[in-house]
């Protein structure tokens, strides 16, 4: 007698199935919540997705734009570099022709002017 109501827990109809029947209003509704949040995530990440390849998309031409921009900076500088070294050899070119020019120029006038050794020796130290 006392052991009945186990016994009638585990007929159909009991109180698990009791509950379940309660339950499944909600469960429906939680299964209907889940089936649109499934859909919106997908929709969702359909229109990141598109908007991800519209930002790639942007972010490629700026970035394009940005390493235009750099290289014809690197070749300005470049050209920079190119011309002042130009520069330095064309002023080194200059300084050795000049000076060698100023040797003969003072050794011819050494020897013309003054016989001495010591006044030609100064000046080419000098230079």
Known sequence: WRKAPFHLSLQPGSLHTNRLKHLV??????LL???????????????????MTMMMM???????????MMMMMMM??????????MMMMMMM????????????VIEAYGHSH??????????????
């Open 93 to 104: 070119m200059m300084m050795m022709i000049v000076r060698s020019f100023c040797v003969r």
């Open 25 to 30: 209003p909600f469960l429906s509704a939680l």
């Open 33 to 51: 919540m889940t089936t649109i949040m499934m859909v919106m995530m997908i929709v969702m990440r359909m229109m990141m997705m598109m908007m």
């Open 76 to 85: 300005m500088m470049m050209m920079m570099m190119m011309m002042m070294m």
């Open 114 to 127: 003054a016989q001495n050794s010591h006044y030609r020796t100064f000046t080419l130290s000098a230079f």
């Open 58 to 68: 942007m972010m490629i031409t700026v970035m394009t734009m940005m390493m235009m």
